[in-house]
């Protein structure tokens, strides 16, 4: 018998853009994902799921040498599809399960490395943001095949999470954006350019607790995001109520087209305006970051 536990997350600057090599900034949030593995006849879990997860837990079993079958039981409060990398907590979870069942400790970098096994057969291209994010607690700056760096925020944020109810397809999301680049490189990298530029000035004002430039960064974020075609009506609608409710900004987070929106709020006593204007058809959660 193995247990484990995964982190759900949200990116809060250059998704999309780090799948094709730029920066990227994300955060851990405190909902945890949780897998416990038994010895079993068959490879099965205690939950309704595609082929996928059977297939991408196959991985992650073989990437840590484990050639028997196992009933996987699940328990987590990560709504799939929403861009809080629910199957990134999971391939995490599982990871840690398996090790635990074959006695062997892993640190979080190898964690994330057998991880990303899973998130392959999940997503196809992921950038390897999610698995890296899941399996420690914390902000960090992340560039693909680089090691990530932990950011020390100046003073800790406040942002407000809310789910369209609607599912983002992020292998689809991907393969779309990647279109883009094919089809108009010279606006593509010049776009390229600029997220780089604004990520990094993100992580500066993280660092130097200015809330009002990372506001004006986010809404920024958000329109290279629908340049690339990732946003949706219902993001948008989630958006529009964050602004006029005095969010500082607010943006899609993870692979879009549905999932969720995040709005960056002053502090913890600036979150009620927001939170009764949401129809209560929406999920909604507050974190505190840092
Ligand atoms: C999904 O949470 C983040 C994306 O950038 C994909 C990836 O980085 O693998 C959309």
């Known amino acids: 018998m193995g247990k484990g536990v995964g982190f759900a997350k949200t990116i809060l600057f250059g998704e999309h853009f780090v799948v094709q090599g730029s920066h990227a900034i994300g955060a851990s949030l405190s909902k945890e994902f949780s897998v416990k593995i038994t010895p079993s006849d068959t490879l099965n879990l205690n939950i309704e799921t595609g082929q996928i997860v059977l297939d991408a837990s196959r991985a992650i079993l073989d990437s840590l040498n484990l050639t028997g079958n196992y009933s996987i039981e699940v328990e987590t409060d990560i709504p799939s599809g929403a861009g809080m990398g629910w199957s990134a907590a999971y391939s995490v979870a599982l990871v840690r399960a398996a090790a635990q069942e074959k006695g062997v400790e892993l640190d979080w970098k190898e964690v994330a490395k057998h991880a990303y096994e899973g998130e ?26 680089e090691d990530p760096s932990a950011i020390e925020l100046g003073v800790p944020i406040t942002i407000v999470i809310a789910y369209t109810g609607k599912k983002g397809y992020t292998k689809d999301l991907v393969a779309g954006v990647a279109r883009v680049k094919e089809e108009k490189p010279e606006f593509f990298a010049d776009l390229l350019k600029k997220e780089e530029d604004l990520v990094m000035e993100a992580k500066y004002s993280l660092e130097q607790g200015d809330l009002d430039r990372l506001g004006a960064l986010m809404d920024q974020n958000q329109e290279h995001l629908r340049q690339v075609g990732v946003s949706s009506p219902e993001l948008e609608e989630l958006i529009s109520i964050f602004k006029d409710e005095g969010a500082l900004g607010a943006k899609l987070t993870g692979s879009g087209g549905g999932g969720c929106a995040i709005a960056l709020v002053k502090s913890k006593n600036d979150t009620s305006a927001i939170l009764q204007r949401i129809d209560k058809k929406y999920l909604i959660f507050e974190a505190q970051i840092g």
């Open 120 to 145: 392959k057969v999940f997503h196809g291209n992921p950038s390897g943001i999610d698995n890296t994010l899941a399996s420690r607690k914390g902000a960090i700056l992340f560039k693909r095949g």
